[in-house]
């Protein structure tokens, strides 16, 4: 996505092109592996603790080469451990292309891209996703617009790309989800566990939760609460208003990240809408049920719930085998 957006905003920009760096990737040759973990995928090491947008950058440029784009994340600052790493970045005290160490903090480093590519105008010190970007920019680039480095395209929109533009937008976008996480994720949380406390006054069978603001991220919460709940018990529906004034009844997800619900509406309703949802399911009103089951609309509140009320009452329940031969 953020490639996506830069590409956007420099295509339409067409200045002269400029000529690749001197230190191109084709001269530096990753670092062989040994013979044992040649079918491994590659490892990326770069430093535990706090995390910042440098190195995360990095990874991320590095992570979208086909060489890298499978590779494990390895943090640490054990020396052994970065030492059995293909690529190092903003860690290990070392700048040495040639062994693939990207390194930006040791007194004696003093690199810029002006000083790496005579030519470059640009005199700021590097950082370690500079030199990832100086040293595989152009292959990326490439590799993006489906062309060959040697293309002019790929130096112009090296140049105009320029490392400060690529880190305003990555802190642009890192912004705007923390945002989300400190006024609408975190704040959702009270939201679920005022619901899960609720839910018996909602349905008699515990299973219906009732949010009173529609639209929240509700899910990794739920999952998270729901193990601590007494009595113990799972959701199956939630119910909420969306942005029109009517009401949702949504499934709960099998896992957190399944399309899978644990107990979706019933096979007849879905894909139906209007008066044949409402002649199917017996309850007037409906506004629709998606093909899959996962979710159905109503007008009203009382509505939606015997939706959810419905499929709990067609739920099958297992055949048990009689005591008594």
């Not at 191109?24 to 973990?37: A, F, G, H, I, T």
């Not at 080469?65 to 600052?77: C, F, G, K, S, W």
């Not at 790496?116 to 617009?145: D, E, M, N, R, V």
């Not at 113990?232 to 009517?246: L, M, S």
Request: hydrophobic share 35%.
């Amino acid at each position: 996505r953020f490639l996506r957006s830069l590409l956007v905003l420099l295509l339409p920009r067409s200045p002269l092109a400029t000529q690749h760096c001197m230190l191109s990737p084709e001269s530096v040759q990753p670092p062989k592996r040994p013979r044992s973990n040649l079918m491994a995928p590659p490892r990326i090491g770069t430093h535990n603790g706090t995390f910042h947008c440098d190195e995360a950058l990095a990874c991320a440029l590095l992570r979208l080469l086909p060489e890298y784009q499978d590779a494990e994340i390895v943090r640490t600052r054990d020396p052994e451990k970065l030492a059995s790493c293909d690529i190092v970045v903003d860690v290990g005290g070392e700048y040495d292309p040639r062994r693939h160490r990207y390194d930006h903090h040791q007194r004696s480093f003093t690199e810029t891209m002006s000083s790496l590519s005579p030519g470059k105008p640009w005199q700021t010190k590097l950082s370690s996703a500079g030199l990832i970007y100086l040293h595989f920019g152009h292959k990326l680039l490439a590799q993006l617009l489906g062309t060959s480095e040697e293309d002019s395209v790929v130096g112009t929109l090296f140049d105009k790309a320029g490392f400060r533009r690529a880190m305003d937008l990555v802190q642009e976008e890192f912004l705007q989800r923390l945002d989300f996480y400190q006024h609408s994720w975190l704040p959702a949380r009270a939201l679920v566990e005022e619901a899960l406390a609720q839910r018996f006054q909602v349905d008699p069978s515990g299973e219906i939760v009732e949010l009173a603001k529609g639209g929240c991220p509700w899910k990794e919460h739920l999952y998270h609460l729901e193990s601590g709940l007494s009595p113990p018990g799972t959701i199956a529906f939630v119910i909420y208003t969306d942005q029109a004034g009517q009401w949702r009844v949504q499934c709960v997800p099998k896992e957190l990240h399944s399309f899978q619900s644990r107990l979706p509406l019933p096979e007849p309703w879905r894909g139906l809408r209007d008066e044949a949802l409402d002649q199917v399911s017996g309850i007037p009103g409906c506004i629709f049920v998606h093909a899959s089951g996962f979710i159905g609309g109503h007008r009203t509140r009382e509505g939606a719930l015997n939706m959810a009320r419905a499929t709990l009452a067609q739920r099958s329940v297992p055949a048990t085998k009689s005591l008594v031969q």
